[in-house]
């Protein structure tokens, strides 16, 4: 068994453990993160016979921390084929993407778990609950957020969340566009609120996926 990183062209052979291990992706999704997400991201994985058994997809942001900009990576498709499971190859694989980091000069990296209690033992520390924001008025009047929108967008995002948290992933043109190109794989859109005249409420943002499930909500995106 060896750890590597696959090249941009061998990134698609992972495809299937993602379909596995994460069987309730819609295809158009997966197609939107297998053509978009891995432009940028490395995935390290854990092979034996040529066959991948193991990975973890480090997918880089800069964060805004206290106003300074680092690039910190999102640990996402953190899978190990069934049959697998249980033999180290997990373990294996973010020893080395810690040490990897740590030579990097990284400062930290961030995932969202299923279960925190899985990455305890590697020493991550327990946040936060993701908020869930409900609109409580009805008359917010609602436009599509676009392309020729999205740098706007990411400036008056940024604005928001700097005046609230002293670490959050910084907001820019790109972003917003690679968002929109993922709420469309779910048949979803990104909205732009603003209150009513006369009204003191500030304006806000929120994303639907296609069954109108919101997946964000008045400011805060999720990375």
Not at 6 to 32: T, V
Not at 126 to 148: A, I, M, N
Not at 156 to 173: C, G, H, I, P, S
Not at 190 to 202: F, G, N, R, V
Request: aromatic share 12%; glycine share 4%; with cysteine.
């Amino acid at each position: 068994m060896k750890n590597r990183y696959l090249s941009n062209e061998e990134k698609r052979a992972c495809e299937g453990l993602w379909s596995e291990a994460f069987f309730e992706d819609s295809d158009s999704f997966r197609e939107y993160y297998f053509t978009e997400k891995v432009k940028t991201n490395r995935i390290l994985v854990a092979e034996k016979d040529g066959q991948i058994l193991s990975m973890i997809h480090r997918n880089p942001y800069q964060l805004n921390t206290k106003n300074q900009k680092v690039i910190c990576d999102y640990l996402v498709g953190v899978a190990t084929k069934i049959e697998n499971r249980g033999q180290g190859y997990m373990r294996s694989l973010l020893k080395q993407a810690f040490l990897d980091m740590y030579q990097e000069d990284m400062p930290f990296c961030f995932l969202m778990p299923a279960d925190r209690r899985i990455y305890e033992p590697f020493d991550f520390v327990y946040v936060f609950d993701q908020p869930v924001w409900e609109l409580k008025s009805k008359d917010w009047l609602e436009q599509d957020v676009t392309e020729e929108s999205a740098k706007e967008i990411a400036d008056w995002m940024n604005e928001w969340l700097n005046a609230r948290y002293d670490v959050f992933t910084w907001r820019d043109e790109d972003y917003v566009k690679v968002l929109l190109k993922e709420l469309k794989s779910e048949n979803g859109r990104l909205e732009a609120l603003k209150a009513p005249e006369k009204s003191t409420s500030d304006k806000g943002i929120k994303g639907r996926v296609g069954n109108g499930e919101k997946r964000t909500a008045s400011a805060l995106c999720q990375c």
